[in-house]
């Protein structure tokens, strides 16, 4: 019985270009959102970006939402979800667009599923520097219940 050798080799990096691809490909979307929008192509809605920081019983989500005024954000919270809602707020200046970027601009809708139940009693949400501050808390345990066979 003859035993053979093989050396493996180890599995390719990341390319280290990687960065350099996605920023390409972010300022592409970009683009063809502002000419979209340029064309007056209606119904764009944009989803804002979001950080969450869970500490095990308790979450704090940060959702960049720049320039878009207070007054137009609207946040829902359920029992294991989180969606929040704005209205477009153009800035209006003289002359005529020639792009349309600014998530501000457009409807912004975003939906966050968990996989727990949130506490509803307990939730604060705060806007500032055009960040949307929400905490929340986890419900504690599974929230799951025996149920009797007839």
Same mark, same amino acid.
Request: hydrophobic share 40%.
């Given at each position: 019985?003859?035993?053979? =050798?093989?050396?493996?080799?180890?599995?390719?990096?990341?390319?280290?270009?990687?960065?350099?691809?996605?920023?390409?490909?972010?300022?592409?979307?970009? /683009? #063809?959102?502002?000419?979209? @929008?340029?064309?007056?192509?209606?119904?764009?809605?944009?989803?804002?970006?979001?950080?969450?920081?869970?500490?095990? !019983? /308790?979450? $704090? =989500?940060?959702?960049?939402?720049?320039?878009?005024?207070?007054?137009?954000?609207?946040?829902?919270?359920? +029992?294991?979800?989180?969606?929040?809602?704005?209205?477009?707020?153009?800035?209006?200046? @003289? !002359?005529?667009? $020639?792009? #349309?970027?600014?998530?501000?601009?457009?409807?912004?809708? /975003?939906?966050?599923?968990?996989?727990?139940?949130?506490? #509803?009693?307990?939730?604060?949400?705060?806007?500032?520097?055009? =960040? +949307?501050?929400?905490?929340?808390?986890?419900?504690?345990?599974?929230? $799951?219940?025996?149920?009797?066979?007839?």
């Amino acid at each position: 019985m003859e035993v053979q =050798i093989v050396k493996e080799e180890a599995p390719k990096s990341i390319e280290p270009n990687i960065g350099k691809d996605i920023g390409a490909l972010e300022a592409a979307v970009k /683009r #063809l959102i502002s000419n979209a @929008a340029l064309a007056g192509l209606s119904g764009i809605t944009r989803e804002p970006l979001v950080d969450i920081y869970d500490d095990g !019983g /308790r979450l $704090t =989500i940060l959702i960049d939402l720049p320039g878009v005024k207070k007054e137009s954000i609207r946040l829902r919270v359920g +029992l294991n979800f989180l969606e929040v809602q704005a209205d477009p707020t153009p800035y209006v200046a @003289a !002359g005529k667009p $020639t792009a #349309l970027e600014r998530i501000s601009n457009f409807k912004i809708y /975003r939906r966050i599923e968990f996989p727990f139940s949130l506490r #509803l009693d307990d939730v604060k949400a705060v806007y500032k520097d055009g =960040i +949307l501050q929400v905490t929340l808390s986890k419900m504690p345990g599974y929230n $799951t219940t025996e149920v009797a066979i007839e």
